[in-house]
C-alpha cells in the first residue's frame, strides 16, 4: 500500500495507516501488542472513565483465536482468520463513580482503537477495524457484565506482501488497492453556519 494521498504534511503513523484485507499469517509480538494497547489506554475520554475493554485473541492460542474468529460475521472471518491476533471490544455504558449513562462512551472507545491503529502502524502492523460482529454471541462467549456492551472487531497483523495466487486473494489485493478517498475538508468542517466551509480550507 502508498502513502495516503493526503492534501498536507501529516504525522507518519496517520499518512501510512490503512485496513488490509491480506495479513501474513504469522503471530504479533507480545511486546508490540503491549505498546498498541498502552497507546490506546492514553486516549482522552470523559472524566477520564476510560470506558474501553478489549479481549485479544493471538494466533499462537488456537482455541482462543478460534473463538473470537467465530464472534465475527462470516464474510469477515474469511480474511481475519489470517490475521496475528483479533480483538474484540466494548465499553462501559454508565460512570463508575455515579452509575449516570456515559453518553460519549463509544465514542471514547472509537478514541483508543484509533490510539491503538496509529501505534499499530508505528510498529510496521496494520489493523482492520470491523463493525461486523455478532455482539450476542460475545457477550455470551466471553460473560459481558451487563454495564458493558460488545462494540466491535480489529483484526491486527502484518500486512501480506506476497503476489495473490488464488481468486479469492486476487479479490482481497484488488479490494485493498483500490482508490483511497476522504471526503473534501469543505463538507466536513464548518464556520458561523451549518454547510458554510472556513475559506482558510
Not at 171 to 183: D, H, I, Q, T, V
Amino acid at each position: 500500500m502508498t502513502v495516503n494521498p493526503t492534501q498536507r504534511n501529516l504525522i507518519d503513523s496517520v499518512q501510512q495507516r490503512w485496513s488490509p484485507y491480506r495479513f501474513d499469517s504469522r503471530g504479533v509480538e507480545p511486546e508490540k501488542l503491549a505498546s498498541c494497547f498502552e497507546a490506546a489506554s492514553w486516549a482522552a475520554s470523559s472524566f477520564n472513565e476510560q470506558p474501553w475493554r478489549f479481549m485479544i485473541a493471538m494466533r499462537d492460542d488456537q482455541a482462543e483465536f478460534d473463538r473470537a474468529l467465530g464472534c465475527l460475521m462470516e464474510a469477515n472471518q474469511a480474511w481475519a482468520r489470517h490475521a496475528g491476533a483479533i480483538i474484540l471490544t466494548a465499553f462501559r455504558t454508565k460512570f463508575s463513580r455515579n452509575e449516570n449513562p456515559n453518553r460519549v462512551a463509544l465514542h471514547d472507545l472509537g478514541q483508543a482503537a484509533a490510539h491503538l491503529a496509529l501505534q499499530a502502524t508505528t510498529l510496521g502492523l496494520q489493523v482492520h477495524q470491523m463493525a461486523g460482529v455478532n455482539l450476542s454471541q460475545i457477550r455470551t462467549e466471553y460473560q459481558l457484565p451487563d454495564e458493558f456492551e460488545p462494540a466491535t472487531a480489529i483484526a491486527i497483523g502484518y500486512p501480506q506482501t506476497a503476489k495473490p495466487e488464488t481468486e479469492s486473494e486476487k479479490e482481497l489485493a484488488a479490494r485493498e488497492s483500490s482508490a483511497r478517498k476522504r471526503r473534501p475538508l469543505s463538507d466536513l468542517v464548518f464556520h458561523g453556519q451549518w454547510g458554510s466551509s472556513p475559506k482558510w480550507l
